[in-house]
């Protein structure tokens, strides 16, 4: 997975506040879990998630503009069957 940060950037630190039904069934698997590494991947994807419904928030008026010169014009290249 490509990361959206800089891996190298020094460790901030976070205090969470985890449901302790979980945290009692993840007891004994906490020597095989890297938790801070996988908080840094759940963290990476939901930036990533969040970016990416902004933009397509910011750009919706010209994705539909988009959308409606396709349906009236057709795509390009439609008529040498290409697509």
Do not use: V
């Not at 969470?16 to 004994?28: A, G, K, M, V």
């Not at 397509?56 to 069957?81: P, Q, V």
């Amino acid at each position: 997975m490509q990361t959206c940060y800089d891996a190298n950037a020094k460790k901030g630190r976070l205090s969470l506040s985890i449901n302790q039904s979980l945290l009692d069934r993840l007891e004994p698997y906490k020597q095989q879990i890297n938790f801070s590494a996988q908080a840094e991947q759940l963290l990476a994807r939901m930036l990533e998630e969040l970016e990416h419904r902004t933009w397509a928030e910011r750009n919706a008026k010209a994705l539909a503009a988009h959308g409606m010169d396709i349906a009236a014009t057709g795509l390009a290249g439609a008529e040498f069957d290409r697509i």
